[in-house]
């Protein structure tokens, strides 16, 4: 017989969102408790491992990245889609971010990659292969009709700015 750990279930709960600003989008992270916030110098004395890692990443990194507040702590998700980079299912669990989408991308290219006129779409799809028609990208979430998917790291890069591309469209058609 195998037996397993039962890891307590913590009364804290991360409450996680996301905002554009100037540009660039930064996600933030409060602590709730019975559902009223919990203050940050409050945070070390809670049971959540996710509070935890996030104290221990405001302490740590040094060049201003991360802001506190309060009650939270903002960062600018790259940084956030940089630290899920192999391990997303691990991360996602102990920030209490949402569900993985466990569909994909579907790349398609116009033109000749030399030439300006060149194009690539994208479109988002399920896990059967089919086009996912009314949704919306923020960041490293796809908001499809009203459930919240947290983007892998690979697909936030094939859809980000990464590739050196530019949207030109919600549709998902990108020009060099």
């Not at 030439?115 to 990208?137: A, D, E, F, M, V």
Request: hydrophobic share 40%; net charge negative; glycine share 8%.
């Amino acid at each position: 017989m195998i037996f397993g750990f039962n890891r307590k279930k913590s009364k804290y709960t991360l409450q996680v969102n996301e905002e554009l600003c100037e540009n660039h989008w930064h996600i933030q992270f409060s602590l709730i408790k019975d559902n009223l916030l919990v203050p940050l110098n409050d945070w070390a004395s809670s049971d959540h491992d996710g509070a935890f890692w996030l104290l221990d990443k405001l302490n740590l990194e040094d060049n201003g990245i991360i802001k506190k507040t309060e009650n939270a702590i903002e960062m600018p998700f790259h940084f956030l889609m940089d630290e899920l980079n192999g391990q997303e299912g691990y991360l996602q669990k102990l920030l209490d971010l949402p569900e993985m989408f466990s569909g994909g991308i579907h790349l398609e290219s116009q033109g000749l990659i030399h030439l300006t006129n060149y194009q690539l779409s994208y479109k988002w799809i399920n896990g059967n292969g089919w086009p996912i028609i009314q949704c919306t990208r923020h960041a490293g979430f796809l908001l499809v009709g009203n459930q919240k998917y947290t983007l892998p790291f690979h697909a936030w890069c094939n859809a980000s700015d990464e590739l050196g591309l530019r949207p030109s469209t919600n549709n998902g058609i990108m020009r060099r």
